[in-house]
């Protein structure tokens, strides 16, 4: 084949909002969402699946693998398969006023015209600074969460109660937490937080057959200061996973909030709001309760902790060789790059991954 006439692009974005032709399509965050995207949809060609990670009856994390076209609710590959970054998903908008949040991609139905479903994305280092002195098998990766996932979230969990009887079963639940007349002071808070969290807890389990991707987390991983041979693989996060990542810390104070506790308090005062309302207001919410911790992120995982949630063989033996690299960025698009994050430098200063 004359590659000389391939033109910039990326593996299996047949129809995407952005056109990798242009220079402008690998800026600054743009490559961060995009080649994951990709990643995936090749992954998908070698039937390799993502590592899956959800919720069984009892709250508890486990490992499966999806299928990209289950991930993305249609074939990665389809021609009717439309890649629709940084977008509004309305299934999600009609449950929140105010400004519409975007979130990272939006898989759509050319076809039919229908958004599938919305999926935040983010790419992370391997190892990161907590376990970059420790064995491989001990790698892991800092895992930052940001305010509008936690509203996605919410989203994701009100869009199972629509109905007035489905509404009024999760009010009940919502409704064996106490009382509180002043969410925002955290001595009224923190003597119910353990029955918040467990409202939390109870409606978790209530749909944990129906629960659905929300995160796409991408691994890339550096070994003696260059990027490993077995370098890239991907973990997808079901909403009730997400969960799981604020249970993961396990350090609880008497008198303060962690930004852990405050993303389910979040999650429960949106959930309350909508049975009550059948609308939450995302961002009073977040501004009102923020428990003297900054809003710029809902919490970070360190290593340290995501390893404990993500340790198997995958993260340990990524699958995607570095090799693979070339067919997954087309055309010379790596040229297109510049770079200002860590893995586009990487791979814009590793000239011979396209050997």
């Not at 949809?41 to 899956?52: D, G, L, W």
């Not at 389809?78 to 939006?106: H, M």
């Not at 969410?183 to 807890?201: R, T």
Request: net charge neutral; with cysteine; charged share 25%.
């Amino acid at each position: 084949m004359d590659t000389s006439k391939i033109e910039p692009g990326l593996f299996g974005q047949k129809h995407s909002s952005r056109d990798y032709t242009k220079a402008a399509s690998w800026g600054k965050n743009i490559f961060n969402s995009a080649f994951p995207a990709s990643l995936v949809a090749y992954m998908h060609s070698k039937n390799i699946e993502p590592v899956y990670l959800c919720t069984d009856k009892n709250n508890k994390l486990i490992h499966t693998h999806i299928s990209a076209t289950n991930l993305y609710k249609i074939d990665p590959l389809s021609d009717s398969a439309y890649y629709n970054f940084e977008a509004g998903f309305a299934s999600f908008e009609k449950f929140y006023s105010g400004n519409r949040e975007k979130i990272d991609l939006v898989m759509v139905n050319r076809t039919t015209n229908e958004s599938l479903i919305g999926l935040e994305i983010k790419l992370t280092a391997l190892p990161d600074n907590t376990t970059k002195k420790d064995s491989e098998e001990k790698y892991s990766c800092e895992i930052v969460v940001r305010p509008p996932t936690i509203c996605f979230l919410a989203c994701s969990i009100c869009e199972l109660f629509k109905s007035d009887k489905e509404k009024n079963s999760l009010r009940k639940i919502l409704n064996l937490v106490p009382k509180i007349n002043h969410w925002a002071e955290v001595d009224e808070v923190l003597p119910h937080f353990e029955k918040i969290e467990n409202s939390i807890n109870e409606i978790a389990k209530l749909i944990h057959k129906k629960q659905t991707p929300l995160i796409i987390q991408p691994v890339w991983k550096m070994k003696d200061g260059k990027l490993a041979n077995d370098c890239l693989d991907v973990f997808a996060w079901s909403n009730l996973a997400v969960l799981q990542m604020c249970h993961s810390t396990g350090n609880t104070s008497k008198t303060e909030i962690s930004r852990f506790q405050r993303s389910l308090i979040w999650v429960y005062l949106m959930l309350k709001d909508y049975v009550d309302y059948d609308i939450f207001d995302y961002i009073r919410i977040i501004k009102d309760h923020s428990y003297q911790n900054a809003n710029d992120k809902a919490f970070a995982l360190p290593g340290t902790a995501s390893w404990k949630l993500l340790h198997c063989q995958e993260l340990t033996h990524p699958r995607i060789q570095k090799s693979e690299i070339k067919n997954i960025i087309l055309g010379g698009g790596q040229n297109l790059l510049s770079p200002e994050r860590r893995f586009d430098a990487v791979v814009a200063n590793s000239p011979d991954l396209f050997d």
